[in-house]
């Protein structure tokens, strides 16, 4: 844990004044407007969004925030994702659990008040409700500090769609519940198409393939949201693709830290490395529709070298966290830096990072999602 000097040191960086934030820049100096005790180890931190910005962070129900700490020397980047729903909450408000040894996650809740000022990134992120809403149920599997983004899934869920939707709740013990009393009202108010179901390890034991099997079995054919510590998220998985549910219906979320600055850039000068006998000159890519030829200096990213000939390719953190770049290798041999984002299925069906990805064969297509 911090010590008070370091905190107190932190802050001070924090409490820097609340400049402007221009559209182009990518962490925002947001001040935080209430800090809410949730459980015995877990607080909500709540934002302002200043006037210039409130368009970039809009957001969808599911996405994260990317904060950036200075802590001991180095600028950790953590992501947490919303639990607020841009459909029922006016603020943006994120929710963080402590973990055993954890750096930022016990800053955050030993150290963090209203007024202090966060460098925050907008809002990015794959898991979420989707706009082509397929028919069905919602099933929704949040485990402990996994229920913000599947929180704020089902808000929204609620208030715009019709479906009917069940969310599977694990947790340690009663008092690890995050939003016990929110969900309860939500409830009440939606008896007729919501149905919460609590798996307690403390009762029930952890939750088993045999028990998702029962809980899933009146909404087969339905979209699942899957979002807790691995074990539980491997379980559910695999039980409903056991069940023969598409694997395009199921969404997951893994709440990693991405690695400290020093082991990114070693990543980063690794794959360079990697690339060094790489000779292309040159790569394509579709974006919208349209085929381009990117000319390619060795060492740079695809999305560096898309970003020198000012073509407008999707991006957000730049540090193969957000899944923004995320784009199609439809030709040619590459090499990929970091990933905190890709699955391995998704990376077996050819997806990749551009803003992490480097061309090792002179045929390389990438093409990015219409
Ligand atoms: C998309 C996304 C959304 C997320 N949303 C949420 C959310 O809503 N709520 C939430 O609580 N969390 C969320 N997370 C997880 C969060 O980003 C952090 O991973 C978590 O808070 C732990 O960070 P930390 O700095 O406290 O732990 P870290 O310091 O990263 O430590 C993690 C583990 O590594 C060990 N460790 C400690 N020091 C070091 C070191 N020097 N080097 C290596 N390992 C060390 C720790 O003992 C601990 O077990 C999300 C993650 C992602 C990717």
């Given at each position: 844990m911090m010590s008070t000097s370091e905190a107190l040191a932190v802050q001070e960086v924090l409490q820097d004044s609340l400049s402007e934030s221009s559209p182009k820049q990518r962490y925002h100096r947001l001040k935080v407007t209430a800090v809410i005790e949730e459980t015995h180890d877990s607080k909500s931190v709540v934002f302002s969004i200043p006037e210039g910005a409130k368009e970039q962070f809009d957001y969808l129900p599911g996405q994260f925030l990317t904060l950036k700490v200075p802590y001991e020397g180095k600028q950790l980047t953590r992501c947490y994702s919303l639990a607020?729903?841009?459909?029922?909450?006016?603020?943006?408000?994120?929710?963080?659990?402590?973990v055993d040894g954890g750096r930022i996650s016990n800053w955050i809740n030993d150290a963090v008040k209203a007024g202090d000022v966060i460098e925050v990134m907008a809002p990015a992120g794959l898991f979420h409700l989707t706009h082509k809403t397929p028919p069905g149920d919602i099933v929704l599997f949040g485990g402990g500090s996994g229920i913000t983004p599947v929180f704020s899934i089902l808000k929204s869920a609620l208030e715009t769609t019709d479906r009917k939707i069940k969310l599977v709740y694990a947790n340690r013990d009663d008092q690890s519940v995050i939003f016990k009393e929110a969900l309860k009202a939500i409830i009440a108010e939606n008896i007729d198409r919501l149905e919460v179901v609590h798996v307690l390890d403390s009762v029930h034991g952890y939750l088993t393939q045999p028990l998702v099997g029962q809980l899933v079995e009146r909404h087969l054919g339905g979209e699942y949201f899957i979002c807790g510590p691995g074990p539980f998220m491997d379980t559910v998985e695999s039980a409903l693709l056991g069940?023969?549910?598409?694997?395009?219906?199921?969404?997951t979320e893994r709440f990693v830290s991405p690695p400290d600055p020093d082991q990114a850039e070693a990543a980063a000068e690794e794959a360079k490395a990697a690339a060094k006998g790489s000779t292309t000159t040159g790569f394509m890519v579709e974006l919208d529709g349209e085929v381009h030829e990117i000319a390619y200096v060795k060492g740079d990213t695809l999305l560096q070298a898309m970003q020198k000939v000012d073509l407008d390719a999707p991006a957000s953190c730049e540090e193969g966290m957000c899944g923004a770049c995320m784009c199609m290798v439809e030709s040619g041999e590459i090499q990929l830096a970091l990933n905190e984002v890709l699955s391995e299925t998704e990376l077996e069906e050819g997806w990749t990072?551009?803003?992490?990805?480097?061309?090792?064969?002179?045929d390389v297509k990438v093409k990015f999602p219409d």
């Open positions: 607020s729903s841009p459909h029922v909450d006016a603020e943006h408000k994120v929710t963080i659990k402590r069940l023969g549910e598409p694997k395009e219906r199921i969404h990072l551009a803003c992490q990805c480097r061309p090792l064969s002179s």
